[in-house]
């Protein structure tokens, strides 16, 4: 399998502007621009940290209700969201690591497996493999209602 990905920039690191495009058409000349990557002036398009975060909050989480069905656990709901910490040192920006917030729905499981299936994904889905900064995790197990 091959995914593919394309991006288009025009003009000045700063002034100029960009567009991405996914072979899914999912993203099809999505803005991208200096503003929307480093400010915080609410401009709307997306940044090539965001799309990673994105992508490792989409691969945990499958590879997480993988995990689970294959222990023959049936989600209700997962729920991840990825932090990427993007910072500026030594003249440049670096990604220092990558924290999961894990949060999952999941009946007949007790914590201890839900923690032990999180890590084990967070371990092994494709994007954290990718990667070559620290991932950090914390995976909170919703409580069953009573019935």
């Not at 000349?29 to 398009?45: A, I």
């Not at 995990?67 to 990825?82: D, K, Q, R, V």
Request: aromatic share 6%.
């Amino acid at each position: 399998m091959k995914r593919k990905a394309s991006a288009v920039w025009n003009g000045s690191l700063k002034e100029g502007k960009g567009n991405l495009t996914t072979q899914s058409g999912a993203l099809k000349q999505q803005m991208y621009s200096f503003n929307t990557r480093f400010g915080e002036d609410g401009t709307v398009g997306t940044n090539p940290e965001e799309l990673i975060a994105a992508a490792h909050a989409g691969c945990f989480t499958m590879a997480t209700g993988a995990t689970l069905n294959g222990e023959g656990y049936i989600p209700e709901e997962l729920s991840t969201e990825a932090t990427l910490d993007l910072v500026f040192e030594n003249g440049g920006y670096t990604i220092k690591g990558i924290h999961l917030e894990l949060t999952g729905n999941v009946p007949g499981i007790d914590n201890a497996k839900f923690q032990e299936i999180a890590q084990n994904a967070k371990a092994n889905c494709p994007v954290s493999k990718a990667l070559s900064v620290p991932i950090t995790l914390t995976a909170s197990l919703v409580a069953e209602k009573a019935v």
